[in-house]
């Protein structure tokens, strides 16, 4: 039996939306979160709701509490972990199935707040965009026509997530770092790396290392005092 720790975990999950373009899409959407279990929404930018609800059916009540934010960034302030989704591989993140990555999305949720990052219905995900999430996952379709609607896209992730979340009865606790904290040590590094005559693409590197790591708030303040510590005696 699955204790009432594990039934938040679904709670931990947000999903946002990158300015949709499409009002039935995102009621949609609404009503795909209410038939797993989900019930946070976030959107980047403005929407027509009277269009948007009449297809939100008894999703309803997830669209009226929806956030809606100015910038990506804003959205994903309070975040553990970020995964952008996409049609394609991108070369800025690793990028993964989802089934690869179920059980560590659910490792995260357990104690952490997971978002995952849906673009825009025809062009998706911008570069910058995607490069603020730790990796992406892609949803395979056929290679003739592997452009899926977004409302399907929420669907097939929120299924999987369900179906794992119903098996899954053992999973770890662990007090993860937000992203602002970590972001820190980002800038940390940013400064560090110069003046240790690194390429700057070192920072990059090991940005990517830190965000398969799953990194908790002891581990950042003890990476933060490290590298300041390098810093003092340069």
């Avoid at 009432?4 to 949709?20: A, C, G, M």
């Amino acid at each position: 039996m699955k204790n009432s720790s594990d039934k938040k975990t679904l709670e931990n999950f947000e999903f946002i939306l990158v300015h949709p373009k499409t009002p039935e899409n995102i009621g949609l959407v609404c009503r795909v979160l209410k038939n797993f279990g989900f019930s946070n929404l976030k959107i980047v930018g403005s929407i027509d709701k009277k269009r948007a609800q009449i297809t939100s059916r008894k999703g309803i009540e997830i669209l009226k509490k929806a956030q809606f934010f100015e910038s990506l960034e804003e959205a994903l302030k309070d975040a553990n972990l970020v995964v952008g989704t996409s049609r394609r591989k991108r070369d800025l993140i690793f990028t993964f199935e989802l089934k690869e990555v179920l059980r560590l999305l659910f490792y995260q949720a357990r104690r952490g707040r997971v978002c995952v990052i849906f673009g825009r219905e025809d062009t998706g995900l911008r570069e910058d965009e995607i490069e603020l999430c730790d990796f992406a996952i892609k949803i395979n379709a056929h290679p003739s026509f592997d452009s899926l609607n977004l409302s399907h896209s929420v669907a097939i992730m929120c299924y999987e997530l369900y179906n794992f979340y119903r098996t899954a009865y053992t999973i770890p606790k662990l007090n993860l770092a937000k992203r602002n904290e970590i972001e820190d040590l980002y800038k940390i590094l940013e400064t560090l790396f110069p003046k240790l005559e690194l390429k700057p693409q070192t920072v990059r590197i090991f940005k990517r290392i830190f965000k398969r790591s799953g990194l908790t708030k002891t581990e950042v303040n003890v990476l933060k005092l490290c590298f300041l510590r390098m810093l003092e005696k340069i």
